[in-house]
């Protein structure tokens, strides 16, 4: 769980870092000012939208060190230490069903989709 006075305290840094007032940091995440002011001053916790608005608008800002503040701020762009591991890309082995074998044109994949918990996904297609 989030503990949101040590969040209010990592965003007024983000904010500071980028000297950003609530009002230019909101327009710039898209999002209202309010939603900034009371997450500041504890009355709201952040959304799962307005953190991934935060990471996706400002890459130095990891996200394990926004939610959790563990890592460092900024983040450097090669470091993978914030980030979780990623595995190469999928490979699905193909197993041929008693059904495929009587077929004339075998079912193929046409699209795998992965979505990782960062709010990112990868598309593949079968090009």
Do not use: C
């Not at 609530?22 to 009355?43: P, T």
């Not at 935060?54 to 460092?72: Q, T």
Request: glycine share 4%.
């Amino acid at each position: 769980m989030i503990n949101s006075e040590a969040f209010a305290k990592r965003l007024q840094r983000v904010m500071d870092y980028y000297s950003e007032s609530a009002s230019s940091f909101a327009e710039k995440i898209g999002v209202q000012r309010s939603s900034i002011s009371h997450i500041l001053s504890g009355r709201n916790k952040p959304s799962l939208e307005f953190v991934l608005k935060i990471i996706s608008h400002y890459p130095e800002v990891g996200l394990y060190w926004l939610l959790n503040g563990k890592g460092e701020f900024p983040q450097k762009k090669d470091s993978t230490t914030n980030a979780p591991e990623v595995s190469p890309e999928p490979t699905i082995p193909e197993k041929e069903t008693p059904h495929q074998k009587h077929r004339q044109s075998p079912k193929s994949i046409e699209r795998i989709v992965i979505f990782y918990n960062d709010g990112s996904y990868k598309n593949y297609t079968n090009d």
